[in-house]
């Protein structure tokens, strides 16, 4: 019985340890319904805004390629040159160039290699190593581009916020109306005294 009692113990014990007895119900539902750019800085949005809007690759490191044997099909030339492209851009001068709210993306991409703390794309689909070379340039781009997508939402446009002030209000009057008729029907069941 005293074994028993003790695995018992010991299970509510373990499971109390992954999973907390008391959550804070008001933060996760507030944070369901808040808006995407609710907790970013507002300046620092508009300041990526304006960076990608004069975006221009041509700005962006040139890196350090080096090459390697491609794999597949191709015969002798395959086997006796080496066109596969492994271009390597270290962080510290692409995070130079890019605005401070895109930084934390940059080091989640998939492209990220951490010890060498940069990010590094691999092409051979050309048999060309200038080829090569260039797509791997062309991956960075597409990624900066789908980070900056991905992570900046678009400004509100003056309709929607007019929109959403008219719902808004709408809501308001429905919900003042409605306690107005409650409190008339409350009002009625007292009757009138005498």
Avoid: C
Avoid at 55 to 70: I, K
Avoid at 156 to 171: G, I, L
């Amino acid at each position: 019985m005293n074994r028993q009692f003790s695995s018992r113990a010991w299970q509510l014990l373990i499971s109390s340890r992954s999973r907390p007895l008391l959550r804070p119900r008001g933060a996760t539902r507030f944070k369901q319904h808040e808006a995407f750019d609710a907790r970013l800085d507002r300046d620092a949005l508009a300041e990526t805004r304006v960076w990608f809007a004069g975006f221009n690759e041509d700005h962006l490191p040139r890196g350090s390629t080096s090459f390697a044997r491609s794999s597949g099909a191709g015969g002798q030339h395959v086997n006796k040159t080496e066109t596969k492209a492994i271009t390597v851009f270290p962080l510290y001068e692409l995070l130079a160039i890019l605005p401070k709210t895109l930084h934390a993306h940059v080091r989640a991409s998939r492209y990220y290699t951490a010890n060498n703390d940069s990010l590094t794309f691999h092409a051979q689909t050309s048999r060309s190593r200038n080829a090569n070379m260039e797509e791997n340039r062309d991956k960075l781009v597409a990624e900066i581009k789908r980070i900056y997508h991905a992570n900046t939402p678009n400004e509100t446009s003056q309709d929607k916020k007019d929109k959403y002030e008219e719902v808004s209000k709408k809501f308001h009057e429905t919900r003042v109306k409605s306690k107005k008729v409650l409190s008339s029907k409350k009002q009625a069941r007292r009757g009138s005294v005498d």
